[in-house]
Antibody, heavy 120, light 108 residues
Framework: EVQLVESGGGLVQPGGSLRLSCAAS????????MNWVRQAPGKGLEWVSY????????YYADSVKGRFTISRDNAKNSLYLQMNSLRAEDTAVYYC?????????????WGQGTMVTVSS | SSELTQDPAVSVALGQTVRITCQGD??????ASWYQQKPGQAPVLVIY???NRPSGIPDRFSGSSSGNTASLTITGAQAEDEADYYC???????????FGTGTKVTVL
């Protein structure tokens, strides 16, 4: 079964750090581009970051650039999001999502999400 | 970066047709993909590209595009289609992805 499972969420104080992980199974992880998407409580979806299959190309939303770092370990079938200098507005459910369909790119597989709460 | 604008809410009678629109300048260059999200669940891809459905998505879901507007149509809406729907595409740079503001669909 094709699956993505996020972990690492929790409660952190403003200015703190957290590292999210996304474990992939059921497909050849190293062949796929990956993304992080978040959703603040009661709000819409927000794209956060993208990483190419090899990890050589990375993009960030302006709202997290300079604070968040996306990475991957293809040998471990895992995607990561290192989040530093966290703010209250980073409070959200964080989803990892697989990118597929080539030029018709779309997020075809999603994890169940992990909740990050930034509060003192 | 670009913005994608959707109507906040629409309603449809059971068995009738509803169209959800997504407007943005980048849609003149890129297709939109569409996602269904039910409360407490992760989003699910329902339409991508010109008008493609992933395996398992009912054929009552269809997509189209014209100019700066992408549309998702549900023909013969069912009670289980009640959900939030989001469009997604690339921004004007082509590097960043952007989600629409979301549309809540109520099936009456």
């Amino acid at each position: 079964e094709v699956q993505l499972v996020e972990s690492g969420g929790g409660l952190v104080q403003p200015g703190g750090s957290l590292r999210l992980s996304c474990a992939a199974s059921g497909f050849t992880f190293s062949s796929y581009e990956m993304n992080w998407v978040r959703q603040a409580p009661g709000k819409g979806l927000e794209w956060v970051s993208y990483i190419s299959s090899s990890g050589s190309t990375i993009y960030y939303a302006d709202s997290v650039k300079g604070r968040f770092t996306i990475s991957r370990d293809n040998a471990k079938n895992s995607l990561y999001l290192q989040m530093n200098s966290l703010r209250a507005e980073d409070t959200a459910v964080y989803y990892c999502a697989r990118d597929d369909y080539g030029e018709d790119d779309a997020f075809d597989i999603w994890g169940q999400g992990t909740m990050v709460t930034v509060s003192s | 970066s670009s913005e994608l604008t959707q109507d906040p809410a629409v309603s449809v009678a059971l068995g009738q047709t509803v169209r959800i629109t997504c407007q943005g300048d980048s849609l003149r260059s890129y297709y939109a993909s569409w996602y269904q999200q039910k409360p407490g669940q992760a989003p699910v891809l329902v339409i991508y590209g010109k008008n493609n459905r992933p395996s398992g998505i009912p054929d009552r879901f269809s997509g189209s595009s014209s100019g700066n507007t992408a549309s998702l149509t549900i023909t013969g809406a069912q009670a289980e289609d009640e959900a939030d729907y989001y469009c997604n595409s690339r921004d004007s740079s082509g590097n960043h992805r952007v989600f629409g503001t979301g549309t809540k669909v109520t099936v009456l």
